[in-house]
Nanobody
């Protein structure tokens, strides 16, 4: 079964840091040409793209540039989101997403979402 499992969320004070992890199960990153992303959804708001990483590099939402860093470990099939200088407005459920084409195989893209992990920034 193909799935992504997130961890690392929690309660942190403003100015603090958290590192989110998202591990793949049932597939490996190296088997695909893959874009990995982190999204977030705050109460009453739409889900928004926070950061993405692919063979072309990384991209960040303006609101997190300079504070968040996305990275990946293909050997562990895990993507990370390091979040520093957290603000109250970063409070949301964070989701990881994987989209990719299997290398050497013609077929539909793989698309997978994690279950979400809550990040709360509050004093």
């Amino acid at each position: 079964q193909v799935q992504l499992v997130e961890s690392g969320g929690g309660l942190v004070q403003p100015g603090g840091s958290l590192r989110l992890s998202c591990a793949a199960s049932g597939f490996t990153f190296s088997s695909y040409t893959m874009t990995l992303s982190w999204y977030r959804q705050a109460p009453g708001k739409e889900r928004e793209l926070v950061a993405a990483i692919s063979s072309g590099g990384t991209n960040y939402a303006d609101s997190v540039k300079g504070r968040f860093t996305i990275s990946r470990d293909n050997a562990k099939s895990t993507v990370y989101l390091q979040m520093n200088s957290l603000k109250a407005e970063d409070t949301a459920v964070y989701y990881c997403n994987a989209v990719g084409l299997r290398r050497g195989v013609l077929g539909p893209p793989l698309t997978c979402w994690g279950q979400g992990t809550q990040v709360t920034v509050s004093s």
